[in-house]
T-cell receptor, first 107, second 114 residues
Framework: GIQVEQSPPDLILQEGANSTLRCNFS?????LQWFHQNPWGQLINLFY???GTKQNGRLSATTVATERYSLLYISSSQTTDSGVYFC?????????FGKGTRLHILP | ETGVTQSPTHLIKTRGQQVTLRCSSQ?????VSWYQQALGQGPQFIFQ???????GRGNFPPRFSGLQFPNYSSELNVNALELDDSALYLC???FGGGRFDTQYFGPGTRLTVL
């Protein structure tokens, strides 16, 4: 099956810093999504991005489907950005999540 | 417009028992997906229901079963509970039956099997 690898596994940053999270996948996919899971477990959809670049406020994402990777950019980090960031790919009738990047923003 | 809700919030069961988890989808959504998230892992897809029919299934044994009702709410049933079933169970709703369109997740049910 498709493998999804996220890096780095953990990231600790000072408030105001920028960060780049990466998601690699092993085969062609129909779609890719980025999610944020807050410290209370709530999972929020950030981007639905099979290809190209999207921006939403301080967050942006780029997927290069031909090279099988996606990047999530977080600028001017805030403490509320803390949590785990997951990418998920879907192909046919399956969706596969990566193990996530745990981000901790220090005040 | 109400969001996705799940009940109960927490649940403790013993090995061999059966459990039913419930999910109410967001208003206007007709598709519900269920996921199992073990501690420190990403969610794993269990199955999806669209208009009361199963619309896809992950690698889970038949003792994991589900239902979707005419109002698009859903249940996840797990029989013969095992210790490894301890996890956070998430449901997500979406609209349109496209396998994995933009999904809105509930807060989850944390199941502990002793």
């Amino acid at each position: 099956g498709i493998q999804v690898e996220q890096s780095p596994p953990d990231l600790i940053l000072q408030e105001g810093a920028n960060s780049t999270l990466r998601c690699n996948f092993s085969d062609s996919v129909n779609n890719l999504q980025w999610f944020h899971q807050n410290p209370w477990g709530q999972l929020i959809n950030l981007f639905y991005i099979p290809s190209g670049t999207k921006q939403n406020g301080r967050l942006s994402a780029t997927t290069v489907a031909t090279e099988r990777y996606s990047l999530l950019y977080i600028s001017s980090s805030q403490t509320t950005d803390s949590g785990v960031y997951f990418c998920a790919v879907n192909r046919d009738d399956k969706i596969i999540f990566g193990k996530g990047t745990r981000l901790h923003i220090l005040p | 417009e109400t969001g996705v809700t799940q009940s109960p919030t927490h649940l403790i069961k013993t090995r061999g028992q059966q459990v039913t988890l419930r999910c109410s989808s967001q208003s206007g959504h007709n598709t519900v997906s269920w996921y199992q998230q073990a501690l420190g892992q990403g969610p794993q897809f269990i199955f999806q229901y669209y208009r009361e029919e199963e619309n896809g299934r992950g690698n889970f044994p038949p003792r994991f079963s589900g239902l979707q009702f005419p109002n698009y709410s859903s249940e996840l049933n797990v029989n013969a509970l095992e210790l490894d079933d301890s996890a956070l169970y998430l449901c997500a709703s979406s609209f349109g039956g496209g396998r994995f369109d933009t999904q809105y997740f509930g807060p989850g049910t944390r199941l502990t099997v002793l």
